[in-house]
């Protein structure tokens, strides 16, 4: 529409189709007016704009109500803006928020499954983690990390606990020997998605 208006327009001219745009970085608005003898009418479409063409009698409209709508359009095109940064902004927030809570669910189930291969029972996980801290093993820096990380000591939903009930009857032993790596470990603590959220 901004085209059609600027092709329409002559030097001077008052048209009755009022454009007024506004960008702030990435993100643009343009909003159309109707000024009528009568009304002001936003122009939402190309149809309605059709419409009022054909029901123009050739008068330009008032010069200060010109002026009032020309005002109004470039108000609104800045809200528009301001609504679409806004909402951007919102949504980058959920999805690196997500990520955060994806990353952490990772790592609390590693940790877990690492913890039920030393030996600890599924309603005594936090204790294990307890123990394994307080000992000079080469595995306590690895699990000091993974509190960092989390913050705190993990809570362990109803959930995760049926899974991991599953995951410690269905544990061979060369599986078990195996997760004593901490390579899944390590692997949940370097997940990229922290780094997203830094």
């Given at each position: 529409m901004r085209t059609l208006s600027v092709k329409l327009a002559r030097p001077g001219e008052r048209l009755p189709l009022v454009i007024e745009s506004f960008q702030k970085g990435a993100f643009r608005a343009s909003c159309a007016y109707w000024v009528g003898n009568k009304k002001v009418e936003s122009i939402d479409s190309l149809g309605i704009l059709k419409k009022r063409i054909a029901k123009w009698d050739g008068r330009y409209p008032d010069t200060e109500k010109w002026q009032r709508t020309a005002n109004l359009a470039l108000q609104n095109a800045k809200k528009q803006v301001k609504s679409m940064q806004e909402e951007t902004v919102d949504r980058e927030s959920k999805a690196l928020a997500n990520q955060l809570n994806a990353a952490k669910l990772r790592l609390i189930r590693e940790l877990g499954k690492y913890l039920i291969c030393l030996g600890a029972s599924i309603d005594e996980l936090n204790e294990s983690l307890f123990?394994?801290?307080?000992?000079?093993?080469?595995?306590?820096?690895?699990?000091?990390?993974?509190?960092?990380?989390?913050?705190?000591?993990?809570?362990?939903?109803?959930?995760?606990?049926?899974?991991?009930?599953?995951?410690?009857?269905?544990?061979?032993?060369?599986?078990?020997?195996?997760?004593?790596?901490?390579?899944?470990?390590?692997?949940?603590?370097?997940?990229?998605?922290?780094?997203a959220c830094s």
């Open positions: 123990k394994q801290l307080s000992r000079d093993i080469a595995s306590a820096s690895r699990l000091k990390k993974c509190i960092g990380m989390l913050g705190d000591y993990p809570e362990w939903h109803d959930d995760l606990q049926r899974e991991l009930e599953c995951f410690a009857e269905s544990l061979t032993e060369g599986q078990r020997q195996a997760r004593l790596l901490g390579s899944e470990l390590d692997a949940a603590l370097d997940d990229p998605r922290w780094k």
